[in-house]
């Protein structure tokens, strides 16, 4: 799909007219060659969104949609050609689409706003389709332009495993969290973790121009320590916030585990910034032969105990380290909230199957009572009962929803 068309999508009369509310809240979502919506429009209103329906329905698609409307690779980090339109079986006429978009109106403290992005295909043979970003009719010059309207944070199924799994898992999750207060992180990160692989690709062609080097090293250092920064004003912020709990939802600590982490905790950033980029250029002869670089932001790691239990959090049960991660996604939502005077979209799939329901009706009223219009998948209708009349309710199945 075009960029034309992508804004087609997304700035129409009948989506940008009316007065914009206090609250934060996607009014209208349309969908084109999306996954396995061919076309979908839906509008609505400010409260929370539950959508149910069988497992493959589609349900985690929209979440999926909805997680585009934020800077990043989205809920599922897949290629952007994986998100196109695919018929569901060889012989039907339906053919593979070449691009899609997505395309919202959000209610903000700001006003009302018109988002669309998409895939548009390659301009030229042999050219490469790229991710189109435009807001109000404008093209924006990359995507974290949307970190100024859109804060999204989501928590999967996958995310069970966030305290077992490696490092580099905590990483990203926490980088969506501090996209939320800062917007500019999002283009911190990319341009680090652009130059880190610039850098990797050097020394392992066995390249020594000092020249390239200093350069990539120079980038790393400006935007390592910045993007280290910002987590670690995160992680203190929000640290403080989870320490008083949620309800029935456990008390959690935040800290920062990490060389560069321990420099911003001594030192001037711009002293931390001199010392990665010595740091960096020592160690190229070793990190030529390791394969790896061995130093840096991309190295840390987000650590979390479990404060009711005095334990960390990796050592908790299945249903303990969920506990703790929904605790500290709502109280990162009201440390946003407080902070941007927003709050961040909240996209929880498959949350309450594996909650109590204790923890559920807490889960419930808590995401109403911020404000927040939270997105929930589920197949059982019935967990969703105690948010009757104070959610939109929705049946999803085969690429088309309909009121539950």
Same mark, same amino acid.
Request: hydrophobic share 45%; proline share 5%.
């Given at each position: ?5 992508? #804004? ?27 996954? #396995? ?48 339109? +695919? ?60 970190? +100024? ?22 990483? +990203? ?20 973790? #652009? ?81 990665? +980029? ?127």
């Amino acid at each position: 799909m075009t960029a034309r068309a992508i #804004n087609a999508l997304a700035y129409t009369s009948d989506a940008v007219s009316g007065a914009a509310p206090a609250l934060f809240a996607v009014r209208q979502l349309r969908l084109s060659d999306f996954r #396995n919506y061919r076309q979908l429009r839906l509008d609505c209103g400010l409260e929370p969104v539950v959508l149910v329906g069988a497992n493959g329905a589609g349900k985690t698609n929209l979440l999926e949609a909805l997680s585009f409307l934020a800077p990043g690779r989205g809920l599922r980090r897949a290629r952007l050609d994986e998100l196109c339109h +695919r018929p569901r079986s060889a012989g039907n006429d339906d053919a593979p689409a070449s691009s899609w978009a997505v395309a919202a109106t959000l209610d903000t403290p700001d006003g009302r706003v018109a988002i669309g992005t998409g895939l548009e295909p390659a301009r030229s043979e042999g050219g490469l389709p790229r991710r189109v970003v435009r807001i109000d009719g404008r093209t924006a010059p990359s995507q974290t332009a949307l970190g +100024r309207h859109v804060a999204a944070v989501w928590l999967t199924p996958q995310l069970d495993r966030l305290f077992l799994d490696g490092a580099s898992e905590r990483r +990203r999750f926490l980088d969506r969290l501090v996209t939320a207060l800062h917007p500019e992180h999002a283009g911190d990160v990319a341009a680090y973790e #652009n130059a880190l692989r610039q850098r990797a690709r050097l020394l392992g062609e066995g390249n020594r121009d000092p020249h390239w080097f200093t350069a990539l090293e120079d980038t790393m250092a400006r935007h390592g320590v910045a993007l280290a920064a910002a987590r670690a004003d995160t992680v203190q912020r929000l640290d403080a916030a989870a320490r008083l709990g949620v309800g029935p939802f456990p008390r959690a600590s935040l800290a920062m585990a990490g060389e560069v982490d321990g420099w911003l905790a001594t030192m001037a950033a711009l002293d931390a910034e001199d010392r990665l +980029r010595g740091e960096l250029a020592a160690s190229r002869l070793r990190d030529a032969d390791a394969g790896t670089t061995s130093c840096g932001p991309h190295r840390s790691d987000l650590a979390v105990r479990h404060l009711d239990l005095d334990l960390p959090a990796a050592e908790g049960s299945t249903g303990q380290q969920k506990a703790v991660l929904v605790s500290i996604a709502l109280a990162h939502a009201r440390l946003v909230a407080l902070s941007r005077s927003r709050p961040p979209l909240l996209l929880l799939d498959e949350i309450a199957a594996h909650l109590d329901a204790e923890r559920r009706v807490a889960l419930f009223d808590e995401v109403v009572a911020l404000g927040v219009q939270s997105w929930m998948t589920g197949t059982d209708a019935e967990l969703f009962a105690p948010l009757a009349g104070r959610a939109q309710i929705l049946r999803v199945a085969g690429g088309s929803i309909a009121a539950a």
